[in-house]
């Protein structure tokens, strides 16, 4: 019996057809990715079966069908927990999976969430509070109700590539402030994340692997070109990216490994699986208490240019060559078909898959 991997993902298109926007499918997957995958996969040596979002899911799951391996890329569409949709059905029905648990996803995407596990790791992060109703938002055009020193950086606790961050996120005044985050609370009805901005270099680590065995493979510097909207690694920019944006492996060696050395603590505090992504900035020092066990990598004096963890995408997007984790990949000299086999050997190598290869659950109905 030939082991089978089921492919779920959500597939833009078919969201654009029911009326949603380009922006609410903006972490949605082409029919170009969904494919590179499905040939890959095939590739490799397994039975593809191309099963779709999470309703489809839901529909054969109930009719008693199983397969050896999922490999989920599914974003969702409802909530902050999300991505964890499809990971949560998938274990209620003791189906193995690439990529990160419930768990994982859910604090993931919840960037406030994230950064207390960080901090509480000893991991830099930028100083931050949360803005969760308009109510909260009387008072901040007053002198001193910010709390953090301006500029400061906006935008909403839990999207993903660029949601709702464009230049007006670098906020100067209480004004500004006040105004932006009533505008993403009233598009995003969601809490909105204040946090100290942060006018360095930008980095993306790309990871593979899982725990004690995961290793950076490789550090992106991004670089905003003329064109692109400034300041800011924004929506449009990322929509855009072959147009705007230049993706340039760190040659630097000691910057390369204190950055990949942050990613993989991040990473690993999180409990993240397979592979993903780490996103990570330099800025200015960190007003935390010294007492914390901050035991993150610094440059330049008193920490100015210090290395800070922004987020992590433990479910980074993989079109062979718009998605940020592929781009360093090859960039790194990794073949696309090799970031994929490393992700599903490390599914593999989770306790219990391959007992379950080619089992029959009983799960008939509801």
């Known amino acids: 019996m030939s082991f ?10 078919d969201y654009l057809e029911m009326g949603f926007s380009e922006e609410q499918t903006a972490e949605f997957d082409s029919e170009e990715t969904i494919n590179a995958l499905a040939k890959t996969i095939s590739a490799l040596g397994y039975k593809v079966e191309r099963i779709g ?26 909530g902050r927990s999300r991505e964890a949709q499809v990971p949560a059905l998938l274990e209620a029905f003791n ?17 406030a969430m994230a950064k207390k596990i ?34 400061l950086f906006v935008k909403p606790v839990s999207e993903g590539t660029g949601k709702g961050v464009t230049p007006s996120s670098i906020v100067q005044s209480q004004s500004e402030l006040k105004a932006q985050s009533r505008r993403l609370l009233a598009k995003y009805n969601q809490p909105v994340l204040v946090e100290t901005y942060l006018p360095g270099e930008e980095f993306t680590v790309g990871i593979l692997g899982t725990g004690k065995k995961a290793r950076a493979l490789g550090v992106l510097e991004v670089k905003l070109l003329k064109n692109a909207e400034p300041g800011v690694y924004s929506y449009t920019n990322k929509e855009l990216c072959e147009e705007r944006v230049r993706y340039t492996l760190v040659k630097n060696r000691k910057l390369a490994e204190e950055a990949s050395e942050l990613a993989l603590r991040a990473y690993r505090a999180l409990d993240c699986r397979d592979a993903g992504r780490v996103d990570i900035k330099a800025g200015g020092p960190t007003s935390w208490p010294t007492s ?20 992590l995408n433990p479910l980074a997007g993989l079109h ?16 696309y078909e090799e970031l994929v086999k490393g992700i599903i050997d490390s599914a593999m190598e989770r306790p219990g898959i391959a007992p379950m290869r080619g089992r029959a659950f009983g799960l008939k109905t509801f």
Not at 4 to 13: A, M, N, Q, S, T
Not at 320 to 335: E, Y
């Open 4 to 13: 089978c991997i089921g492919l779920v993902y959500d597939l833009r298109r």
């Open 53 to 78: 979002n999470i309703y489809e899911l839901t529909k054969l799951l109930s009719s008693g069908k199983s397969w050896d391996l999922v490999f989920n890329i599914a974003e969702g569409l409802y």
């Open 95 to 111: 189906i193995p999976y690439t990529f990160s648990d419930p768990l994982a996803l859910a604090l993931a995407l919840d960037k």
């Open 118 to 151: 960080l901090r509480a790791s000893g991991i830099p992060t930028p100083d931050f509070y949360l803005i969760s109703s308009l109510a909260e938002t009387e008072g901040l055009d007053a002198p001193g109700a910010a709390g953090l020193d301006f500029p």
């Open 292 to 311: 914390w066990p901050v035991r993150g990598p610094a440059r330049g004096p008193a920490g100015k240019n210090m290395l800070h963890v922004l987020e």
């Open 320 to 335: 062979p060559t718009h998605s940020d984790l592929p781009i360093l990949c090859a960039q790194a000299g990794m073949k």
